[in-house]
């Protein structure tokens, strides 16, 4: 399996000593410049995240949220610019922010 400590993956990148541990499976990674990234996955206990960087990677923030799913995953990641942003996964999850990945709303799919 492709299970992984979240906390090494993104601390290949660099991170600071408060990172938050989330075990999970490291679905997408995308940058938009060398500052700007967002990392997404799944969580156990029935959870997707997403991990935000503004500062290259040296500390992340990360967005659990909660899915009906047993296995969910998220598994791409698209932002043409840092405040828009898309993520989709498994089962049909989509998601998409318009303020940097603060806020993530659920929508449907394209084609669904």
Same mark, same amino acid.
């Given at each position: 399996?492709?299970y =992984?400590?979240?906390?090494l993956? =993104?601390? =290949?990148?660099?991170?600071?000593?408060?990172?938050?541990?989330?075990?999970?499976? =490291?679905?997408?990674?995308?940058?938009?410049?060398?500052?700007?990234?967002?990392?997404?996955?799944?969580?156990?206990?029935?959870?997707?995240?997403?991990?935000?960087?503004?500062?290259?990677?040296?500390?992340?923030?990360?967005?659990?949220? *909660?899915?009906?799913?047993?296995?969910?995953?998220l598994?791409?990641v698209?932002? *043409?610019?840092?405040?828009?942003?898309?993520?989709?996964?498994?089962?049909?999850?989509?998601y998409?922010?318009?303020?940097g990945?603060?806020?993530w709303?659920?929508?449907? *799919? *394209?084609?669904?």
């Amino acid at each position: 399996m492709k299970y =992984l400590t979240l906390l090494l993956a =993104l601390c =290949l990148l660099g991170c600071a000593s408060n990172t938050q541990v989330i075990e999970g499976e =490291l679905g997408g990674l995308t940058f938009i410049d060398a500052q700007h990234g967002w990392a997404v996955g799944g969580a156990k206990e029935k959870k997707v995240f997403v991990a935000s960087t503004a500062d290259g990677g040296a500390h992340w923030e990360t967005t659990l949220m *909660p899915t009906e799913h047993i296995t969910p995953l998220l598994t791409g990641v698209a932002f *043409p610019d840092s405040q828009h942003g898309w993520v989709m996964g498994s089962h049909g999850q989509a998601y998409e922010t318009r303020d940097g990945g603060k806020n993530w709303a659920k929508i449907r *799919p *394209p084609g669904d």
